[in-house]
């Protein structure tokens, strides 16, 4: 299996099909949390939605046309983030991250994050990350600021969440800004 330790305490790991229960266990858990800002959460009911997701990233995986990956920490399955709609004309991608509430507050997401902006910019040489994040979910947009993100507009009614729509704050990344702040 293919796992990537981040530091002691975490490591992502490749969403494989046999993860399909424990990741379906942790959304169900988190199910009320989660849904105020990811819409595919009301779309997965069973173990066997998560298995038809995990297999479906495979398969985009094999095509590098998308890389899902779970984090653990402290051996715990504590969430997911990954590349996104890779477009390999523009050198692009898109990154979608999230973590259950305990794990919250923790520095974790930042540090899986960096550890995959260094993995698509360095090992995939993409030349721009996306991050699109609802507007009111302050907590969430501090990550892109924090890692050096350039905010780049406002996406009015970019998604419809529990019957209301949400608007995104855009942020971008690009391969030579990254370099810059890693000095």
């Known amino acids: 299996m293919f796992r990537r330790r981040v530091d002691d305490d975490l490591s ?8 399909a ?3 379906f266990a942790l959304i169900d858990s988190q199910r009320a949390y989660l849904r105020q800002w990811l819409p ?7 173990s066997d ?15 590098r ?10 051996g715990q399955l504590a969430g997911c983030l990954g590349l996104q709609q890779v477009d390999w004309r523009l050198q692009s991608a ?20 960096s550890h995959l902006l260094a993995l698509a910019f360095e090992e995939w040489q993409l030349a721009k990350l996306e991050i699109r ?14 890692l050096g993100f ?20 855009l942020y971008g990344l690009l391969h030579e800004e990254w370099l810059t702040s890693k000095r």
């Not at 994040?133 to 924090?146: I, K, Q």
Request: aromatic share 8%; glycine share 6%.
């Open 65 to 74: 046309e998308a890389m899902s990956l779970t984090i653990l920490y402290q």
């Open 133 to 146: 994040v609802a507007s009111s979910n302050l907590r969430s947009r501090r990550l892109p600021e924090a």
């Open 40 to 46: 595919w959460v009301d779309d997965t009911h069973s």
């Open 150 to 169: 350039r905010h780049e507009g406002t996406l009015r009614r970019a998604e419809r969440l529990q019957h209301d729509y949400v608007d995104h704050e």
């Open 21 to 23: 229960i424990p990741l």
């Open 94 to 113: 898109k990154i979608g991250y999230w973590l259950a509430e305990p794990y919250q507050g923790k520095g974790i997401m930042q540090r899986c994050l």
């Open 12 to 19: 992502l790991g490749l969403c494989l099909p046999d993860m």
């Open 49 to 63: 939605d998560t298995l038809a997701f995990l297999r479906q990233q495979l398969q985009l995986l094999a095509e």
